[in-house]
């Protein structure tokens, strides 16, 4: 199915299962990129991000037939950024913020090969059930949302947070699979 090395600039697990649910033939390698941007957009941010990380491991295999993947997720809410909490009170903080209100979840994409590169976002609307501060605390005892933005996983037992989703599930959870298998297929690295 791959015409190139296909490389997952990406610890998250849940990316991982995504380019498996995909079918792809892939390998991760965890950027080391500098995480720090400027303030700016939402959409700025996460396709920022994702080119940095992408663009970090794609330097380590120059003159390498490959192509690399990097991806940032956020949550967005009244114009502020939301990535992962810091600790226990910043998801209780967070959830508290969310509970019973619409965010917008972005998710940058970079896919770099030696001859192009293609960067792009997509966005899903979420909103949320009313959560007493007894669902915050439960969920947090989970573990689930200290490694996630926005401090919640909808694939998990926030699953019985989230009330509506209007756009692609996948980009909630990590990665817009329809628009990264698309931007494969341009750029040569799948035939099908």
Same mark, same amino acid.
């Given at each position: ?57 794609? @330097? ?46 972005f998710t ?26 007894? @669902?915050?605390?439960?969920?947090? @005892? ?5 490694d996630k933005a ?35 297929? @341009? ?6």
């Open positions: 199915m791959n015409n190139k090395s296909l490389i997952l600039a990406s610890a998250s697990k849940r990316r991982q299962d995504i380019f498996n649910l995909m079918g792809l033939d892939f390998k991760i390698e965890i950027s080391q990129a500098d995480e720090h941007i400027p303030p700016c957009s939402p959409e700025q941010f996460v396709m920022e991000l994702a080119r940095k990380k992408a663009k970090s491991v794609h @330097e380590k295999h120059k003159g390498e037939d490959i192509c690399v993947v990097g991806a940032d997720t956020i949550v967005s809410a009244d114009g502020k950024i939301i990535g992962k909490p810091h600790d226990r009170l910043d998801a209780f903080r967070i959830l508290r913020e969310l509970s019973g209100r619409t965010h917008t979840v940058g994409v970079a896919v770099i090969t030696d001859s192009e590169e293609r960067v792009f976002y997509d966005s899903t609307v979420v909103t949320f059930e009313e959560l007493s501060d007894e @669902e915050i605390n439960a969920y947090i @005892e989970t573990g689930e949302p200290f926005g401090a919640y996983g909808v694939q998990g037992a926030a699953c019985t947070f989230v009330k509506k989703v209007d756009g692609n599930f996948f980009n909630v959870i990590g990665l817009p699979a329809p628009k990264v298998y698309k931007a494969l297929k @341009e750029l040569g690295v799948l035939w099908l």
